[in-house]
C-alpha cells in the first residue's frame, strides 16, 4: 500500500514539475528580458565602468523589474486623470486663462510658456486665450501691470524628462488664482547635467525678473516653485547662489574621492535683482541679492547622497539618471545638495546668521507622507536644517495619505478635495495675511530650542560624514 501512494506522490509531483517548471522558466526569462530592456534604454548613457552592461543576479533583476512596476502603475493610476483634465482644459478652459507660447529665453532653444490670470479673468468668460507662437522678449504683447505676484514653476520628471506643455491645467489652475505663472522648459539628461540645468533655471528667473512687468506681473514679487527634481534643481539654482554670496564653503572632501568637483554656475553679473543693504556688527555695509522672493518645493530631493543611498536599497541606482546628472561621485553628491550646503554654511561661514539675509524670505516645503519615491524624510531634513540654521520663514506640511505625484496632480485637478488646502498653503506664503489651511501636518518654524539646534546640524555632519559615505561606498562596489 505505501509502494503505491509514494508511487502515485512521485506522478503528481512529476505532473506538477511538467507543468510548473517550464511555466517558472518562462516567467523568470520574462522578467529578465524586461530588466534587461530597462538597462539598454536608461543604464548605457554615460555609464561608469563599474556599472555592468545588464545583470545577472536575480535579486538585482527582480528589484529593477518590481521598481519599475511600482512607478508605471503609479503613474498610470495618477496621470490618466491629468490627460482627462488636460484634455478638458483644451477643450473648455481655455478661454479662462490669456497665454503667451513658446516664449525664447536664456541659452540655446530654451522657451518658455506665460499664463496670466486674475480671479476677474476666471469669471468673464469673453477672455480669450493668446497662442503667439512666435513671441518673444521683444514683441509688442504687454499687459498692462497690476504688479501680480509671479510664480516660476520648474517641473520635475527625475531630471531626463518632462514637457512645459503638460503643466498647462496646473498653470491655468494656479494663474487663476490672481498670479502670472511662467513655466519654462529646461534641457535635460542626457543633453545636459546638473550645471546646466541650474543655469537654464537662472536664465528663467532673468527672463521673469526683466520681462513680467510686461505680462502684469510684479518683478519684486516672484516666487519659484519646483516638484521632484524640479524642486532640487530650483533650491539649488538659489541656496548655492546665496552661500557663494556669503563667501561659499569649503569644498566637500571625501575620503578616496579623486573626481573633479562639480562647477555650480554662478548667476551673471548683469543679472537684475532687488538688493539689500545690511550693516554688519563692524558698522560696514553689506549688500546682496534677493533673486526670488520665496522658494515653494514640493517632494524634492534635496540630500543627493541620501537619495543616492535610497535608490541603490531599491536597486535602481544603475538604471536612475541621477547619478549621472551629478557626475557621479561622493563629492559631487554632497556638492549638489541643497541640505548639506545650508548644513556646512551653518558652521563654517565666518556670519552664518547673514543666511537670513540672502535666501528668500519665504520657504515652503511640502512632502506626500507616503511618498515612496522621495521619501518625505528628504523635506523635513531640510526643513530641520533650516530651523537650526536659525532661519525664519520656513514652512514644512506633510500631507496625510498623499504620495509622490500627488501633490503636485492636487494642483491639476480642480474637483480634488485637497486642492483647495493645497492653494490655500500656497497662497498663505504668496499673501501672508491669508489664513492657512488646516489640511495637512505643518510643522513650523521656531518649536525647535538651541539644544536640539545643536543636536540636529551636528547629527546631520556625522550622518554625511559616515553612514551615507559608507553606504555609497557599497553602492559603487556592487557590480551584478
Not at 26 to 55: E, G, K, N
Not at 148 to 155: A, G, K
Not at 177 to 199: C, L, S
Request: glycine share 6%; proline share 6%.
Amino acid at each position: 500500500m505505501s509502494t503505491a501512494l509514494t508511487r502515485r506522490q512521485r506522478m503528481s509531483l512529476a505532473f506538477v514539475a511538467s507543468f510548473f517548471l517550464p511555466l517558472w522558466i518562462a516567467l523568470t526569462c520574462v522578467v529578465y528580458v524586461v530588466a534587461w530592456l530597462i538597462y539598454l534604454r536608461y543604464a548605457q548613457t554615460d555609464a561608469p565602468q563599474s556599472y555592468p552592461y545588464l545583470p545577472l543576479h536575480p535579486i538585482r533583476v527582480y528589484r529593477v523589474v518590481n521598481t519599475y512596476a511600482q512607478l508605471q502603475l503609479n503613474k498610470l493610476t495618477r496621470l490618466v486623470p491629468l490627460f482627462g483634465h488636460f484634455a478638458r482644459f483644451q477643450l473648455t478652459n481655455a478661454r479662462k486663462t490669456d497665454m503667451v507660447k513658446n516664449v525664447p529665453y536664456g541659452r540655446g532653444n530654451n522657451l518658455l510658456d506665460v499664463y496670466i490670470g486674475s480671479p476677474a479673468l476666471a469669471s468673464n468668460s469673453s477672455s480669450s486665450l493668446l497662442d503667439h507662437s512666435d513671441d518673444d522678449a521683444g514683441s509688442d504683447h504687454t499687459v498692462e501691470s497690476n504688479g501680480s505676484p509671479v510664480i516660476i514653476y520648474v517641473y520635475g520628471g527625475a531630471w531626463d524628462s518632462g514637457h512645459k506643455s503638460m503643466m498647462m491645467p496646473m498653470a491655468q489652475n494656479l494663474a487663476n488664482q490672481g498670479y502670472i505663472v511662467v513655466v519654462p522648459d529646461y534641457t535635460r539628461y542626457p543633453q545636459a547635467k546638473i550645471e546646466d540645468m541650474v543655469r537654464d533655471v537662472q536664465d528663467a528667473v532673468v527672463w521673469t525678473t526683466e520681462n513680467v512687468t510686461r505680462y502684469g506681473g510684479d518683478p519684486s514679487n516672484i516666487f519659484l516653485m519646483g516638484a521632484g527634481s524640479g524642486a532640487h534643481v530650483a533650491s539649488l539654482a538659489i541656496i548655492h547662489d546665496a552661500v557663494e554670496q556669503l563667501g561659499g564653503i569649503p569644498a566637500p572632501e571625501v575620503e578616496g574621492d579623486k573626481t573633479p568637483l562639480v562647477k555650480i554656475p554662478s548667476w551673471p553679473d548683469h543679472t537684475p535683482a532687488s538688493v539689500l543693504s545690511v550693516e554688519t556688527d563692524k558698522g560696514t555695509t553689506l549688500q546682496f541679492k534677493e533673486r526670488v522672493h520665496g522658494l515653494i518645493l514640493f517632494s524634492g530631493v534635496f540630500d543627493i547622497t541620501f537619495y543616492y543611498a535610497y535608490l541603490f536599497k531599491r536597486g535602481i541606482e544603475e538604471v536612475s539618471a541621477m547619478p549621472r546628472v551629478m557626475h557621479h561621485s561622493a563629492n559631487n553628491y554632497l556638492a549638489c545638495s541643497p541640505s548639506w550646503i545650508v548644513s556646512a554654511a551653518a558652521t563654517t561661514l565666518e556670519q552664518p546668521e547673514l543666511l537670513d539675509y540672502v535666501l528668500p524670505k519665504s520657504i515652503l516645503l511640502i512632502h506626500g507622507e507616503q511618498d515612496n519615491l522621495i521619501p518625505s524624510h528628504s523635506s523635513q531634513n531640510l526643513f530641520h536644517i533650516f530651523c537650526s540654521a536659525g532661519l525664519p520663514g520656513i514652512k514644512f506640511k506633510v500631507y496625510k495619505g498623499q504620495g509622490h505625484l500627488d501633490p503636485a496632480i492636487d494642483l491639476v485637478l480642480p474637483s480634488n478635495a485637497i486642492t483647495a488646502a493645497l492653494l490655500n498653503d500656497i497662497e498663505d506664503v504668496i499673501r501672508p495675511t491669508t489664513n492657512a489651511s488646516s489640511t495637512g501636518t505643518s510643522t513650523p518654524n521656531g518649536q525647535l530650542d538651541d539644544e536640539q539646534d545643536s543636536y540636529i546640524l551636528k547629527e546631520q555632519q556625522e550622518l554625511y560624514a559616515k553612514e551615507f559615505q559608507e553606504e555609497l561606498m557599497r553602492g559603487a562596489a556592487m557590480v551584478c
